[in-house]
Structures are given as structure tokens and as C-alpha cells.
């Protein structure tokens, strides 16, 4: 479904550059959950950013499906870092969640019926007629996971999706992904500084390394589902998973270059 191929990406040139990706690969199969986490600023949205055609990364291949990634792709949907800027603050909540369904050819009243039940998935059926300005970060984030979800992307891209909400809904969000991923066969990359929500909702965890960002190492979870916030977190596989990523994590080392790291 997802294909990256030693994906580079530097900003700016001459001696302000910043190598950000430094030469990435990531392959993600129709229907898994792949989270990628990683020391903060190492280039995980940008590696995201390149995914989703929003900047053309230095060097590299990446095709989704079989189509190589020069624009945004079509059947896709992005859930950024920063939701402040995500919603059109002039549009109620039901409107912002209803606006991409057009592309899907949905009429009208198909769009606000399909939008209203993502609504009512991410626990906002009450704020459906308010402004984004009118809720709280943690509410507006929702309202991005609801049009991302009510979208039914082949390809979901999620950036720190929970970064922004209390821990009870942060849990409720991440059962839903794993729901939603279900039910509708979806394919998706998480992105997370969250270590035991990358082992607890992934199939698969890619670790980064930092700046230039490469694959540190990938552990395949294989924890049973479904999962369950009290009873996966206290399986000792759980435990011994969310260990080996945070010492992989910490050690921000490139394990080719060993010594260097050291
Ligand atoms: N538009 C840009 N121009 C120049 N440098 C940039 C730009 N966007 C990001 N960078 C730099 O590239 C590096 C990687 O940024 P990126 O946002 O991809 O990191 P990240 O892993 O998502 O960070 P965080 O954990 O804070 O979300 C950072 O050093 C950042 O300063
Ligand atoms: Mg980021």
C-alpha cells in the first residue's frame, strides 16, 4: 500500500541546510497500522509531510498503491500536528467534518449524515453546529480525527493525532483507530512521541533515529486483538515491547555508524 525508497529530504541549502530525512525506507502492507516514533525534531512530519505530496522531498520514491507520489494523493487523508491551523474557523464543526466528502461524489444530505456519524464516533455530537473557535484544543483535534475517519482514506496519515487530549480520550481515540482500521480496512501510519501508544495500537513499530532521520529499527508487536487498555498494557510482551522501544528511542544512535553515536 505504502512504498518509501531511501527518501532524503534537506531544507534550505549552503550552510543554513538541515538534513531532516536521511535516507528512509518504510514499506506498509494494505491494512496494517504502522507507527513511527522517534527523538522530538528528527524529521518524523516531514517524512509524513513528503507522504502526503505536501513537499517533494529531496531524493527518494515513494508510491501509494501503485501510483508514485508527485501530488497529494487521492485516497488519502491527513490528521496534522498542529489542528489549530487544520479547521476553517468560518465553517461550523459539521461543515469542516462534510467538506471532503464532496469529492466523493456524496450529495448533500449523504455528506452530513456520513459527518454526523464521525461526530458521534469522536464523542462530539453536541458540537456539531459550533464553530471550531468556540471549542477547546483537545475538541478541535476530535473534529480533525472525525473528517479524517468520515473520509474513509485507502491511506490514513496520522501526526501525533493525540497530542492534544486528555488522557481518558487520548485512550477512547486510540480504541477508535484501531475500530475504525477494523471495520473499514483501512491502512494507516501513526505517528507518535507516545511509546506505549505506538506499541499498544501498532501492528508494527518503526523507530527512528535522530536528525538526519533513518530506520532505526522495526519490531513487529504481534500482541493479540483486540486490544484492551487494561489488559494488553499489563501483558508482559507489552511490557517488555514498550522497554525495547524506549531504549531504542533513547539511544537517538544511528547503528551504522555505531561509534560516531557513542
Ligand atoms: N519548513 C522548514 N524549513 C526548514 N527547516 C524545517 C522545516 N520544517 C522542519 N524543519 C526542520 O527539520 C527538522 C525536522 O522537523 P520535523 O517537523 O519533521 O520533526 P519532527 O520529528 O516531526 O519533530 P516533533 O517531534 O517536534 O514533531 C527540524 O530540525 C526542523 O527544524
Ligand atoms: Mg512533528
Redesign the pocket.
Known sequence: MLDVVNLHHT??TGPKA?R?LGGIDLKVAEGELVCVV?P????????LRSIAGLIRPTEGHIHVGDVAVADTPGDLAVVF?DYSRSLFPWMSVVDNVALPLRRRGMDRAARRRAAAEALEEVGLTGAAAKYPWELSGGMQQRVAIARALAYRPALLLM??PFGSVDAQTREDLEDLVLKVREHHRMTVLL?T?DIDESVYVGDRVVVLTG?P?RVAAELPVGLPFPRDQIATRELPAFVHLRAEVGRLVRAKGHPSDGESAA
Open positions: 531544507y534550505g538541515h531532516a522517534g522530538s525534531g528528527c524529521g518524523k512530519s516531514t517524512l500536528q501526526d501525533e505517528i512521541h536528525a532521520a
